[in-house]
């Protein structure tokens, strides 16, 4: 008793080769989707980097800017009290040349 189909006849085989041409179209669509989805995360997962990048350089830039202000304000402050120190010895000096009644 044989049980396999009889490959003779035309419509046998017609009927094989349009299920294995189906069956490799369900394969090609499938990569062909699979791959469009990648590169679609690609592309979002190059843009949340960049923008990522650039929020990172402005923080960076902003801490350079405190750290620039705070640098002016204490060498300001360093100023204003050396400009206060000369200006208390020179009253100092100027109660000591003015003779007393």
Do not use: C
């Amino acid at each position: 008793m044989n049980l396999l189909p009889n490959l003779k006849v035309e419509e046998m085989v017609r009927s094989f080769s349009v299920k294995s041409n189906d069956y490799m179209y369900v394969n090609y669509v499938s990569s062909l989707i699979r791959s469009i989805l990648s590169l679609h995360d690609l592309i979002n997962n190059k843009i949340q980097a960049k923008e990522q990048e650039q929020e990172n350089a402005k923080l960076e830039q902003k801490k350079e800017d405190d750290a620039k202000k705070v640098k002016e304000l204490l060498e300001q402050k360093k100023l204003d009290e050396a400009l206060k120190g000369l200006t208390d010895d020179t009253a100092g000096e100027k109660d000591k040349t003015t003779p007393k009644k």
